[in-house]
């Protein structure tokens, strides 16, 4: 019998406490109003106490999304969960997610309590939560350096006290697969009242193991996992939602399933990196650029004869329009011939050897061969002395006290046009521009800028993707200055729209 998997997604509390990506509150409501579409069940909109803005975040999330379960962080104190109460008030179903730490470093080193203190505190915040709503969640902080017998017994008193949902956390990362799986299943078969309540995963991945710790933890017996999209987390971030919900996808023996709509996870994976302003690792599993991108020749041979040869998931399932072959100096004649016909051409093999003779030279001193190379390899082609689109010149205006303004001139084929832009700061500004100037519809993927020297007058690499009629541009440039650097790779990925 298949067995549902609940989806709690902690992007927006856990995933926000990220240093340098907290999102303000129409931010928030934006990423849940995704978080809606992507099929998520429960929402963990924020912590109500700990700050207004947060407060606020909760309480607009409630109005505006209304399919998902929106819950509310507390401590176990009475106050913590007053004001969740609050927040949740326009909520169409709300949770109140209540706890206290239960391991021994908690217990002596945080709490400064005793074992039969905490676990009475523990009874009294869940039966307090109750007071404001019936389902309410409680979490054993620590879980994962907790013993399993108090564990236990934490377990059975606040299923007691009226919890339905039990969260163990592996707060610090500390359990290998074995050991947190063993945990669950004890929970399963020692604590009495457990068929009254649902058990939940809650994965940190210090040690990289957060997706195997949560794919064990459903194994022995839990029945919902606690995400953020990309993974991202205090720390070394947390389970990464689209990683486990493609595992059990992935695994057809498996017995579980999810509610989750696959074909939103790169869009949301998408506008959570964007707004938080964190880029995505380009080998990060099923969202990461280099996810479904193949270079090595025999990869490519494999790939192009039967997708399933090196690809275990369908690029269309996470919402990905195909998988990419890229050219480099490792890739073999299969891809290059494939490439050639996709662009019109046709050639027989001592005709090919003698094209893919000439790209081998050209991919040993270029990273990455394009179309336009492409055709001047085949001949159809002439080397341009210049790009089709090429920056002449930029000059951007902004400040704390100056609404940021970019004027950019661009040459086409010969002639030069102006155009100028505001914007939310200089780079955008100057992208404002250059779209009206070019006067195509696009969207911006991703951002990334990277240091290639140090110091003061760093080299700055840039690397931009933009979709465009759901295809996909990259671009890229290096320059001391990050501005033009932005600049140039965005008109790079522009110029390559046919």
Do not use: W
Request: proline share 3%.
């Amino acid at each position: 019998m298949t067995r549902r998997i609940k989806i709690f997604d902690t992007t927006l509390r856990d995933g926000e406490q990220v240093p340098g990506c907290q999102l303000n509150t129409v931010e928030k409501v934006e990423v849940a109003k995704q978080l809606e579409k992507l099929g998520a069940d429960i929402i963990e909109a924020g912590f109500p106490v700990s700050s207004p803005g947060d407060f606020k975040s909760v309480s607009e999330i409630s109005k505006a999304v209304r399919s998902p379960v929106i819950c509310a962080l507390t401590r176990a104190v009475k106050k913590d969960i007053e004001v969740a109460a609050n927040s949740l008030q326009n909520a169409e179903r709300k949770r109140i997610h209540t706890g206290i730490g239960t391991s021994d470093y908690h217990i002596k080193y945080k709490l400064e309590s005793d074992h039969e203190e905490i676990l009475k505190r523990a009874e009294e915040a869940v039966k307090y939560a109750r007071k404001f709503t019936d389902d309410v969640e409680f979490y054993a902080e620590d879980a994962g350096r907790t013993s399993k017998e108090y564990l236990a017994r934490v377990v059975e008193t606040v299923i007691n006290a009226g919890a339905g949902t039990v969260n163990i956390p592996d707060t610090t990362g500390y359990c290998l697969p074995s050991e947190y799986g063993e945990k669950v299943a004890y929970l399963v078969n020692n604590v009495p009242n457990i068929d009254k309540a649902i058990i939940s995963t809650h994965c940190h991945n210090d040690l990289g193991m957060a997706t195997a710790n949560t794919l064990s933890g459903i194994a022995n017996g839990a029945g919902q996992v606690e995400a953020t999209v990309n993974g991202i987390g205090e720390r070394a971030g947390n389970t990464a939602l689209e990683e486990v919900v493609m595992a059990i996808k992935s695994h057809h023996l498996l017995d579980y399933e999810t509610g989750i709509d696959t074909t939103q996870i790169l869009k949301t994976s998408r506008l959570v990196s964007t707004l938080m302003r964190m880029p995505v690792q380009p080998n990060k599993a099923i969202v990461g650029r280099n996810a479904f991108a193949h270079s090595s020749g025999i990869h490519q041979d494999g790939v192009l004869k039967h997708r399933q040869n090196y690809e275990i998931i369908d690029p269309a399932e996470v919402g990905l329009k195909k998988s990419v072959i890229e050219l480099t100096a490792r890739s073999g004649r299969a891809a290059l011939k494939h490439r050639l016909k996709q662009l019109g051409y046709s050639f027989e093999e001592e005709e090919l050897d003698q094209v893919y003779s000439r790209f081998l030279d050209l991919a040993d001193k270029k990273k990455s061969v394009g179309d336009e190379d492409l055709q001047i390899l085949a001949g159809k082609g002439k080397v341009k002395e210049k790009p089709l689109l090429e920056l002449v010149s930029l000059q951007v205006l902004s400040g704390k006290t100056t609404i940021p303004t970019a004027t950019v001139q661009i040459s086409f084929k010969g002639d030069v046009f102006t155009e100028t832009a505001g914007g939310n700061g200089p780079i955008d500004a100057s992208f404002n521009a250059v779209v009206n100037l070019v006067k195509r519809r696009v969207r911006l993927e991703e951002f990334l800028i990277q240091a290639i020297t140090r110091g003061s007058d760093d080299t700055g690499k840039v690397h931009v993707q933009i979709e465009h009629k759901g295809d996909n541009y990259y671009g890229f440039s290096a320059n001391t200055d990050i501005v033009t650097a932005s600049v140039e790779a965005f008109i790079d990925a522009v110029a390559k729209i046919r």
